[in-house]
């Protein structure tokens, strides 16, 4: 058996909690690979919405096991909400989830510390989330991070004493605002205690273990690929790999086993916070799409910057990932748009440039070249009447320019608003 990979291919966003419900049913895992708490997969059925910051995706189909793979960085309080909340609507998280003991752990001084590297960039703020993701993973590589497995050993309060001591000394008099370390610590450790009342295992031991049994896997990433930290827009990126090859190390699987790779994507582009994007629209056409398709971030509220699809980025991200098959979502947002844009390639200095460049001071100098196509009405009998022609030849020009298929278009939020053009079946 292989490793099917869903990913992100802009810049977060685009739907990938949605996918993994959709396509869960024909797998018997779910990992999460890399990211933390700064994800917010949103999963609507039955008329109610739910947001998942650390837990995969699967946890709400019966019969499957979740994993929080060791690339994963972990919140304890985050986590201890979101299974908390997932209680109350009776989902056996004990049965269903299992986590890491590699993944490594949040303090509540990596948030206090990812507040002071923000405010010591003044205007050249990255864009946080303020979440601790950065500072963790900076721990991680240097080598002085604490992970899961660490809460096990009788040496934990002392190892966590040491790193908050270094960490509040590089704050020094800094004080982030409506952050109280002595109350969120406190809450921090009750929710290790338990934290330790899950499943805490080597998951890459047990993930293979599984493959060889014949299990099924399907590894969810978190962000989005034109994030990721080497091939991103840098520095304007998050601090783990969101590509394919991610899902190896994030969750200690080897190359050969990775099988199909799914590239999610929306039918327009959005970005959170700061960074280049080209194909912004910083009007009231993008105000509208804005607001037509709720971008606000599930994790943070922030509003989403809006803009038309950008092949090149899309080209790229596909390549260096691998995509076999593609999803495309919010496709019902457009029908407020008479006349929508497709970027096919960019322009600099009077020279046409068809691949991405990806360095933030480089695409500053860019322009987008456009192609112009129609858009289409509301689509409330889609599932019934198929793609509209105006519809139907906008996922034919993106597919003949990435020569790639386009499998699923979403058309709403719920499960049920998805509709498989190819008529793959992906409930079996």
């Known amino acids: 058996m292989a490793v099917d990979v869903l990913l992100g291919l802009q810049w977060g966003d685009e739907g990938k909690g949605k996918i993994v419900d959709v396509l869960s049913p024909r797998y018997d895992i779910i990992a999460r690979f890399q990211g933390g708490p700064n994800a917010g ?9 739910h947001v998942l910051h650390t837990i995969p995706s699967g946890i709400f189909r019966k019969n499957l096991t979740n994993v929080i793979g060791n690339g994963v960085v972990i919140d304890p309080i985050v986590l201890d909400k979101e299974i908390s909340s997932l209680k109350e609507k009776r989902v056996e998280i004990n049965q269903q989830l299992i986590v890491s003991d590699k993944a490594h752990l949040i303090l509540p001084t990596h948030k206090y510390l990812d507040a002071y590297y923000e405010h010591l960039k003044g205007d050249k703020k990255i864009g946080s989330t303020l979440k ?15 992970r899961v497995g660490d809460i096990l050993h009788q040496d934990f309060s002392a190892k966590y004493q040491k790193l908050k001591e270094k960490h509040l000394q590089i704050i020094g008099d800094f004080k982030a605002p409506g952050f109280s370390l002595e109350d969120t610590e406190s809450l921090w450790f009750k929710s290790i205690d338990r934290l330790k009342k ?23 990433g978190a962000q989005g690929a034109l994030l990721d930290v080497d091939f991103g827009s840098y520095p304007y990126v998050t601090s783990s790999s969101t590509l394919s090859a991610g899902a190896c190390v994030g969750l200690g699987i080897a190359p050969k086993h990775i099988g199909e790779v799914y590239g999610i994507f929306k039918a327009y582009c959005t970005r959170v916070g700061s960074g280049p994007f080209l194909t912004e629209l910083t009007g009231k056409q993008g105000e509208a799409i804005q607001n037509e398709g709720h971008e606000f971030g599930a994790t943070t509220g922030r509003p989403r910057r809006c803009g038309w699809l950008d092949l090149v980025a899309l080209k790229y991200t596909c390549m260096l990932s691998g995509v076999d098959r593609l999803m495309m979502m919010k496709a019902d947002v457009l029908h407020i748009v008479e006349e929508l844009k497709i970027c096919t390639s960019y322009s600099k200095d009077g020279q046409k440039i ?6 933030s001071d480089q695409s500053v100098e860019l322009s987008p070249n456009y192609e112009v196509v129609s858009s289409w009405g509301k689509l409330d009998h889609i599932k019934t009447t198929g793609l509209p022609a105006t ?17 699923i278009v979403s058309f709403g939020p719920d499960r049920e608003e998805t509709l498989s053009i190819k008529k793959v079946d992906y409930s079996l």
């Not at 997969?41 to 919405?49: A, R």
């Not at 601790?132 to 604490?146: E, F, S, V």
């Not at 899950?198 to 969810?220: C, M, R, S, V, W």
């Not at 519809?391 to 499998?407: F, G, R, S």
């Open 391 to 407: 519809l139907e030849a906008y996922v034919q020009k993106i597919e003949a320019y990435l020569n790639l298929p386009i499998d």
């Open 132 to 146: 601790g993701i950065g500072p963790t993973y900076t721990d991680k590589y240097a080598r002085n991070g604490m």
């Open 41 to 49: 997969h949103t999963l609507e059925f039955e008329g109610i919405k």
């Open 198 to 220: 899950l499943p805490i295992k080597d998951t890459a031991l047990y993930l293979n273990t599984a493959l060889n049994a014949g299990k099924k896997i399907l590894a969810e």
């Open 354 to 359: 068809e691949h991405f460049i990806s360095s």
